[in-house]
């Protein structure tokens, strides 16, 4: 996807999937949220070396993981504004959708995974202690 445009995969990350965090609901969709934002956390030297990325989605695990929502502050960029002008002229906006009538799987998803919270905690604690950050 980088041929495309550089760095695109860490501008959908930034711009769709992490302000649509929280508007993902259900037990199965939870764990995998907070697994695949955990990997991304620590399994990703681009998003390790996009400082404000990282604490953006490390914000929004964790309150996807405490149930709440992430307020921001004010965008020292004025990109929050943009957006919002963006919005008001008819821009494009991203949702998630649950399919009403889709099947759920036959099988438990990440099996493997008994607690979501214990794991991305557990696992982010590991990665700071290798890097030596305090996240």
């Known amino acids: 996807m980088d041929a495309v445009q550089p760095k695109i995969m860490l501008m959908i990350l930034q711009q769709v999937w992490v302000p649509s965090l929280s508007l993902v609901d259900g037990p199965d969709e939870d764990k995998l949220v907070a697994v695949a934002a955990t990997k991304c956390l620590t399994e990703s030297p681009d998003i390790f070396a996009n ?12 309150a996807k993981l405490k149930g709440t929502e992430v307020t921001e ?26 399919l ?14 008994a607690d ?12 700071l202690s290798r890097v030596g950050g305090g996240g």
């Open 51 to 62: 400082r404000p990325l990282w604490e953006q989605l490390r914000a929004a695990l964790d």
């Open 73 to 98: 502050n004010a965008d020292e960029d004025g990109q929050e504004d943009a957006l919002d002008a963006e919005l008001a002229g008819g821009g494009y906006t991203a949702a998630y959708a649950k």
């Open 100 to 113: 009403a009538n889709a099947s759920m799987p036959e099988r438990p998803v990440l099996g493997e995974i």
């Open 116 to 127: 979501p919270k214990q794991f991305a905690e557990s696992t982010l604690a590991n990665f």
